[in-house]
């Protein structure tokens, strides 16, 4: 059989070499393989297999190690008992008897007060359980929880969960998840064969806030009961990460020793947990503020024979000369050193002055014209600047005109010269022209234009709603001039990239605020030193803090839990906090900017008035819109003065109601940062309708009611609403019309807008809320105090 074979005169060309292919090309080219992109390792030697193994091992034991150290908090005689709070969701759900059970199970006698915390000796797993019963009452809730590892929530097979219920399942998730058992009570009076449904019911339930539960414990048999000591004893307790950050201690005992009428020396008992404890640091007393540590001391039990117990005292560490935070707040403002950037009244006269002599050098112009001519005649002969300017009316007759147009341009007799240009300067002259005011021969008289803009802002009101539909756009004032209504504005070209200052025109307020230099760095080295000290985790100290209340001894309660927190380096220091909150849905009334809200932060309570604003990219000169009200949908940004805070802490804003223990969610979020130079821009838009139209050039009225104004704001760019661009180009008139040009056709549908932007600013209102926890409380400020340092 015959094969064909190419000869030495065959042709081959070469493939087509693409620089650039397209993306089906290299899938088709690669068949589904990925190259492995290589790790650059400047400056590194690479490592052998050896070394390899030795360093995973390496990391593998450090994680071994931070688990064994978690559980050795907990385990031994001398081991930190496991705080579990138990909370009836349900009216008729009973605390004393789930405690009683759990007792029993062990074969032990229950506690004769058991409303009272108690700790719970499970020898069987060499563990202690701290069970504290918690009232109905909102703030003992979300304090106990703050620094809980477990809690047991009670549930009832014949009552529903109610509605303050609801709100500590929806304030616990917010604040921070940790580890739940869900207990029904009642069980036995419900029918047996209505068992598993009511189970299933009520797992369904706790699913929709704890989705990863898949079990629904009971304490009516000891067998059910040692399933949830079990569960207590051997899981390891959900890390909360705010929370970790810093030390803290629920109190055992609190003492008091008065040094005046008003402050004394507080001790408060109890165990260390989280990071260790820092006398150098301060503590925050939950509805106090934060205070000085005098010194730490410990309050281990100690065993002797007789099983007697007596407390062993001794000093663990003591604040240093020189590098204890102090308790200075805020700045305290320098007023010798204000930048005047606002303009004086004789420089505002000054001004007035201008514009006044370049109105009156624009009342008389100059016309060239043709010799003879009257200035009536002149009046009607239309400049080249304006050829393109005519009314609705003169549309109509430049159309009828048309047909005429050539056979009057051919009886056109022109003089000698013309086609060459040649025309003698001798047959014209300029003659003065009068302006009139500038005033237009068929503008309207006060009484008409007043009906007729009457009648038009009745005609906006029926047909959009100003609040949805344009909530920016506000009227102008007839009764005073705008440019003084409007003096704080500006204009902006464009939002996201026109320059501004974020120093300028600053309030007295941001004087008192510290500024970081670098916030991130700071966190990660203030976190890192946090992790530094000298009294552990897990061991039972006293903490003696200086000049405190009495108030705060009176408030403390066996019943009720008493927690301290340790604050990290700064976290005393008062600047703008920001603030990335979503409304809830179940919320459904307006929240303005503004309006008193109460600001659960971490481990601290504030009476604020945030203002709202968009959470946008950051442009290049970072301007974020303003909102008058919080959005629904979508996260925007809270701005409040506050004490600054690392990490992610987790916030909630609530509307405080009649009943203290049902306060009303109204958004949640995380802390953001404390970026002082973050502009929030309150924008408004002046509105003006179109009352003649040619082409690209229109008179726009009811944007503005005087010449004065038109002139102030000329530089201003404006926009329509169905995406014209255009500028002011003079008055006309003296009753605020005037004449503009767009980058297109206008419509006499359109809507002309002007836009200007201020700067806000949130107001210094933060107090500390004491609502619900002592009689009759009342808001303490922060601390005011002056401050001669910057931080960093």
């Not at 016309?367 to 304006?386: C, L, N």
């Not at 009314?391 to 050539?406: G, I, L, N």
């Not at 979503?582 to 504030?606: C, Q």
């Not at 604003?613 to 409040?640: C, E, Y």
């Amino acid at each position: 059989m015959h094969r064909h074979r190419a000869g030495s005169m065959h042709q081959s060309n070469k493939p087509f070499k693409s620089r650039h292919a397209s993306k089906g090309t290299l899938k088709e080219k690669s068949k589904g393989k990925v190259n492995r992109a290589p790790i650059k390792q400047s400056g590194l030697k690479t490592q052998s297999k050896t070394d390899r193994r030795h360093a995973a091992k390496m990391l593998q034991q450090k994680k071994r190690d931070e688990v064994t150290r978690m559980h050795r908090i907990f385990e031994g005689r001398t081991g930190a008992p496991k705080i579990v709070p138990i909370l009836n969701l349900c009216p008729d759900s009973d605390s004393d008897r789930a405690i009683a059970g759990l007792y029993q199970t062990l074969d032990l006698t229950p506690p004769a007060d058991p409303s009272v915390p108690n700790v719970l000796h499970a020898e069987r797993f060499k563990q202690k359980l701290q069970l504290f019963p918690l009232r109905r009452n909102f703030l003992d809730v979300m304090d106990a929880f703050k620094v809980a590892d477990y809690a047991i929530l009670l549930l009832s097979a014949d009552v529903e969960v109610d509605s303050f219920g609801i709100n500590c399942l929806l304030g616990i998730l917010n604040q921070g998840l940790v580890n739940v058992v869900p207990v029904v009570q009642h069980l036995s009076n419900v029918p047996a064969k209505n068992h598993v449904s009511v189970k299933k019911s009520l797992l369904a339930f706790v699913q929709q806030f704890f989705p990863e539960q898949q079990h629904l414990y009971s304490l009516d048999t000891p067998s059910d009961a040692m399933n949830v000591l079990r569960f207590l004893t051997s899981q390891r307790p959900k890390p909360l990460v705010w929370r970790d950050l810093r030390p803290y201690m629920l109190a055992d005992e609190v003492t008091f020793e008065p040094e005046n009428e008003e402050t004394g020396l507080l001790k408060v008992t109890g165990y260390a947990r989280g990071n260790p404890f820092n006398a150098n640091r301060l503590v925050h007393l939950q509805n106090y503020g934060d205070f000085q540590i005098q010194q730490i001391t410990s309050a281990d039990l100690g065993h002797d024979s007789n099983n007697a117990m007596e407390q062993d005292t001794q000093v663990l560490d003591t604040p240093l000369p020189g590098e204890q935070d102090d308790l200075i707040a805020e700045n305290e403002p320098d007023f010798m050193e204000n930048e005047q950037t606002w303009p004086t009244e004789e420089e505002l006269a000054e001004a007035d002055e201008r514009v006044r002599r370049m109105q009156q050098d624009q009342a008389s112009t100059k016309k060239r014209v043709p010799k003879g001519t009257s200035a009536y005649q002149a009046a009607w002969i239309v400049d080249e600047e304006d050829d393109d300017f005519y009314s609705d009316e003169d549309e109509d007759e430049d159309q009828a005109m048309t047909v005429d147009q050539e056979d009057y341009e051919d009886d056109i007799i022109e003089p000698a010269g013309a086609m060459n240009g040649d025309v003698g300067d001798e047959e014209y002259e300029e003659i003065e022209m009068e302006k009139a005011d500038n005033q237009e021969e068929d503008e309207l008289d006060l009484e008409e234009e007043q009906r007729q803009y009457e009648e038009y802002l009745k005609n906006r009101k029926e047909e959009f709603d100003g609040h949805n539909e344009f909530p920016d756009e506000i009227d102008t004032p007839m009764h005073m001039q705008a440019r003084q209504r409007f003096a704080r504005y500006r204009g902006l070209q464009s939002f996201r990239t026109s320059p501004w200052d974020p120093y300028e025109n600053l309030p007295v307020d941001y004087s008192r605020i510290f500024q970081f230099e670098n916030f991130t760095r700071t966190k990660s080295r203030i976190v890192s030193q946090a992790v530094v000290g000298k009294v552990k985790p897990g061991r039972r100290i006293t903490l003696w803090i200086q000049h405190v209340p009495k108030g705060a001894y009176d408030m403390f309660d066996a019943r009720r839990p008493y927690v301290v927190f340790g604050l990290l380096q700064y976290e005393h220091k008062t600047s703008l906090l920001n603030l990335q909150i979503t409304r809830d849905n179940a919320y459904e009334e307006p929240v303005r900017s503004k309006d008193p809200m109460i600001l659960h932060l971490g481990y601290r309570r504030y009476r604020v008035q945030p203002i709202y604003s968009q959470n946008s990219n950051k442009g290049s000169n970072n301007v974020h819109k303003f909102d008058r009200f919080l959005p629904m949908g979508r996260s925007s940004i809270a701005t409040v003065y506050g004490p600054v805070v690392f990490g992610k802490v987790p916030c909630m804003l609530y509307k405080e109601s009649n009943d203290i223990n049902e306060p009303i969610l109204v958004s949640t979020g995380t802390f953001v940062n404390t970026d002082v130079k973050r502009i929030v821009a309150k924008r408004i838009i002046l509105s003006g309708h179109p009352y003649r139209i040619h082409k690209r050039s229109a008179v726009i009225r009811y944007m503005f009611f005087n010449s004065e104004d038109i002139e102030w704001f000329k530089p201003v760019q404006l926009t329509t609403k169905y995406g014209r661009v255009g500028h002011i180009r003079d008055s006309v008139g003296t009753h605020g019309y005037m004449r503009c040009t767009f980058d297109g056709p206008m419509t006499q549908q359109d809507t002309v807008m002007l836009s200007l932007y201020k700067r806000v600013f949130p107001k210094w209102n933060t107090e500390l809320y004491q609502g619900g926890l002592i009689k009759d409380a009342q808001p303490v400020p922060l601390v005011n105090k002056p401050m001669d340092m910057d931080v960093e």
